[in-house]
């Protein structure tokens, strides 16, 4: 028991509350002080829109502080998202400590949302820098440049995740290569097959750029820089010039040399991925294809790239 009452000011809720946090539930001292900063900061807000307790506390109010955290004013600057997070916490654990212990009849907080983080919008790149970047690996044929083109067609040309292609295999490339010996390929049968996270496979078709790279590395490429291996053969799709299998970081450095010859600063294998789906939404493609193409588990991560163009 207390001598507070429902009534009770304010500024004394909190010191209650930050007792309890401290003896109660052991919070450490750096924690405790940013809760002291946050709930302050909360309560000088509260006065100042006339409420002198948390018993007078409604939902807008708390809902108005947490959108003040995130727009900052003249004495505050705006949190980061960690820092409005914690904040929030620190508000929605007041209230509830106040109903409890009978200093309040209602919880204002509980059902009022943080707001939401705001989404980063991907960065992109448009078909003229992908045509700089592909141009930058040189006119001439030899078995890496080979590799290197195929390996930025499959990044650009297909979405995939930077992991997902150095995991490829050589059986994953569907080309659609005459099967039965009379001249004609089947429509459509150009594809690859993606092992994507939690082992979920998906097939990606390939359009006319990415399948004429990759025929052209098979079987003018490849072959030869597999013969510099030693030792057993591999069955990677893409290889190092030892004849292994490319790594991630080695696939990093074929787009880092290639974007530095181009003069394209900061570009990055998730970019690649990026800029394929903003094409793909340009070009009229469903949020749901999209989606699927590039294996993502949720449809509002899918959402994003609405918000993007490449035009």
């Given at each position: 028991g207390h001598a507070?009452?429902?009534?009770?000011?304010a500024d004394a809720v909190l010191a209650e509350y930050l007792a309890h946090l401290a003896v109660e539930r052991?919070?450490?001292?750096?924690t405790l002080a940013s809760y002291r900063r946050d709930l302050r900061r909360y309560?000088?807000?509260l006065e100042e829109r006339g409420r002198r307790s948390l018993a007078e506390v409604r939902e807008e109010d708390v809902a108005a502080f947490l959108d003040a955290?995130?727009?900052?004013?003249d004495r505050h600057r705006a949190l980061c998202d960690g820092s409005a997070a914690r904040a929030a916490s620190a508000v929605r654990g007041l209230h509830r400590f106040?109903?409890?212990?009978?200093?309040?009849?209602?919880?204002p907080a509980g059902r009022?949302?943080?707001?939401?983080?705001?989404?980063?919008t991907p960065r992109v790149i448009g078909a003229g820098e992908v045509e700089r970047l592909l141009a930058a690996l040189g006119p001439e044929d030899t078995p890496l440049t080979l590799r290197n083109r195929a390996l930025l067609e499959v990044l650009y040309g297909t979405g995939a995740r930077i992991s997902e292609v150095v995991g490829l295999a050589v059986d994953d490339v569907e080309l659609g290569d005459d099967p039965d010996g009379d001249g004609r390929r089947p429509a459509g049968g150009e594809r690859l097959r993606l092992r994507g996270a939690g082992g979920r496979t998906r097939a990606v078709p390939l359009g006319r750029s990415t399948r004429d790279a990759l025929r052209a590395y098979l079987t003018r490429a490849r072959p030869a820089i597999a013969a510099h291996g030693r030792g057993r053969g591999t069955h990677a799709l893409f290889l190092n010039a030892r004849g292994g299998r490319?790594?991630?970081?080695?696939?990093?450095g074929v787009l880092q040399a290639a974007a530095e010859r181009a003069g394209l600063g900061g570009i990055s294998p998730h970019m690649l991925r990026h800029s394929f789906a903003a094409r793909l939404i340009d070009g009229g493609a469903d949020v749901r294809v999209v989606r699927e193409l590039l294996g993502l588990a949720?449809?509002?991560?899918?959402?994003v790239y609405t918000l993007v163009s490449v035009d």
């Open positions: 507070l009452d429902a009534h009770a000011d052991g919070l450490a001292a750096n309560l000088e807000y955290l995130r727009a900052g004013d106040a109903v409890r212990e009978g200093l309040a009849a209602r919880d009022v949302r943080p707001p939401r983080r705001p989404r980063r490319l790594t991630r970081q080695g696939a990093w949720s449809a509002s991560t899918a959402q």
